[in-house]
């Protein structure tokens, strides 16, 4: 079936390094949605991808959404303590009648 | 604006007993999913509901079932429950189906025992 991949599952950084978590499909997604979720909360909205190649910020977050629809990433810049939490892809196939299909996660720890 | 609201918290069931869970979308928001989290899995998509019709169900067994009232707000049903249903069962609304982000609730803490 089909599959959102994540990469890496987990991630330990000192506060200050940059960190990057990929997303990979097996098929072409009609857009794709970040999630960031903290210890013990639910998933929160981050940003919305859709056009083939688009590129978001969100202050320290960069986000891109590959050429051919079928990768992702989420960058931040100079972590913070408080980016530690769980960051979740999730791909939509076939326009507004499929479902969200979630990665697994990327559990990001940030030394202080 | 209230966020998603979901009852119960938490809550202990044996085995082979079945659960009711309970989901309130924000206001104005049509489209409600349910997910099933676990450690293994990660988020694991169960159904989604817009205007009282499932309109996508993911790969889990019949006993796992849900229903949309009129004004939005969703139940899910599990039976015959087994100690793999433990899990986080998170419901997440939308304004539509689509393209629109999800707005996910605190979740129900599932423990079978």
């Known amino acids: 079936g089909q599959q959102v991949m994540q990469i890496p599952q987990y991630q330990h950084v000192q506060e200050g390094e940059d960190f990057t978590t990929y997303c990979n499909s097996s098929t072409t997604l009609s857009n794709i949605q970040w999630y960031k979720q903290r210890p013990g909360g639910h998933p929160v909205f981050l940003i919305q991808?859709?056009?083939?190649?688009e590129v978001k910020k969100q202050k320290r977050l960069t986000f891109q959404f590959g050429e051919a629809k079928k990768n992702s990433s989420l960058h931040i810049t100079a972590t913070q303590t408080t980016d530690v939490g769980t960051y979740f892809c999730?791909?939509?196939?076939?326009?507004?009648?499929?479902?969200?299909?979630f990665g697994k996660g990327t559990k990001l720890s940030v030394k202080p | 604006k209230a966020g998603v609201t979901q009852t119960p918290r938490y809550l202990i069931k044996t085995r082979g007993q079945q659960v009711t869970l309970s989901c309130s979308p924000i206001s104005g928001h049509r489209s409600v999913s349910w997910y099933q989290q676990t450690p293994g899995q990660g988020l694991q998509f169960l159904f989604e509901?817009?205007?009282?019709?499932?309109?996508n169900k993911g790969n889990f067994p019949g006993r796992f079932s849900g229903r949309q009232f009129s004004n939005s707000r969703s139940e899910m049903n599990v039976s015959t429950l087994e100690l793999g249903d433990s899990a986080l069962y998170l419901c997440?609304?939308?304004?539509?189906?689509?393209?629109?982000?999800?707005?996910f609730g605190p979740g129900t803490r599932l423990t079978v025992t």
């Open positions: 991808l859709v056009k083939s190649g």
């Open positions: 999730a791909g939509r196939r076939g326009g507004s009648q499929g479902n969200l299909i």
């Open positions: 509901y817009f205007s009282e019709t499932q309109r």
């Open positions: 997440a609304s939308s304004l539509r189906p689509g393209v629109y982000e999800q707005y």
